[in-house]
Structure formats: C-alpha cells, structure tokens
C-alpha cells in the first residue's frame, strides 16, 4: 500500500489549502482514512477521519474549519483547510486502516488504528 500526499505549502493566517492523498494498492472502498498531523517537538495528533460509509470524526481543534472527504472513483482523499492558524503549521500525514469501520466510533483519530502511513506534506501558516 502507498500513500502519497500533496498540496501543502506556506499560506497566511486565516487562508486555506487543500491536501489530496493518493492511494494505491489499497481497497480504498473498505478502508477507513484519516489525517494527521505533527509540529516540531509534539507528538502526531489526529486531525480527521472518515470510514467507509463516509462518516467523519474530526479533532475538537479544527471542526468548523477543515473538511475531509474522500473520492471512490479516483482512490483520493482529501482535506479542506479553511481560516488557517500559526497553530496548524505541521507536517501533515495521510493514514490508512485496512478495515471499512473503526474499533469503535471514538478510535478515528487514534494512530494505532492504522496500519499504513504516508511520507507527508508541511504545512506552514504565518501569522
């Protein structure tokens, strides 16, 4: 399985990005998909995941503002960055879970509820 992300970059506070995620070798349509997130010195936190069916979970620090979806046709997932802050600044890493639901419904943003990684893509916002 390989995970490829893209569309980081560097953006002004209250801008906004779109992060693709390309999958291959995966059953994209029975897995669950999320992103995450980590800055220097922190550890990675979960920023939004979708299963299956397309239910989303997202972390208490960007509902409102970012928006994950997924397209069955072309194997890529998404997320919408809106009203971007100097606290977003991270690498920003696509994950896959061979499995078309999760755990349980609070596991979405959990890392070990993933089997596979991609390399990421920074994400720089300037206040």
């Known amino acids: 399985v390989q995970l490829l992300e893209s569309g980081g970059g560097s953006v002004q506070s209250g801008g906004s990005l779109r992060l693709s995620c390309a999958a291959s070798?995966?059953?994209?349509?029975?897995?669950?998909l999320g992103w995450f997130r980590q800055a220097p010195g922190k550890e990675r936190e979960g920023v939004a995941g979708?299963?299956?069916?397309?239910?989303?979970t997202y972390a208490d620090s960007v509902k409102g503002r970012f928006t994950i979806s997924r397209d069955k046709a072309k194997n890529i997932l998404y997320l919408q960055m809106t009203s971007l802050r100097p606290e977003d600044t991270a690498m920003y890493y696509c994950?896959?879970?061979?499995?078309?639901?999760?755990?349980?419904?609070?596991?979405?943003?959990?890392?070990?509820?993933?089997?596979?990684w991609g390399q990421g893509t920074q994400v720089t916002v300037s206040s």
């Open positions: 994950a896959a879970r061979e499995a078309p639901y999760y755990s349980h419904s609070t596991y979405a943003l959990r890392l070990r509820e993933y089997d596979y």
């Open positions: 070798r995966l059953t994209y349509s029975r897995a669950c």
């Open positions: 979708i299963e299956s069916d397309g239910t989303p």
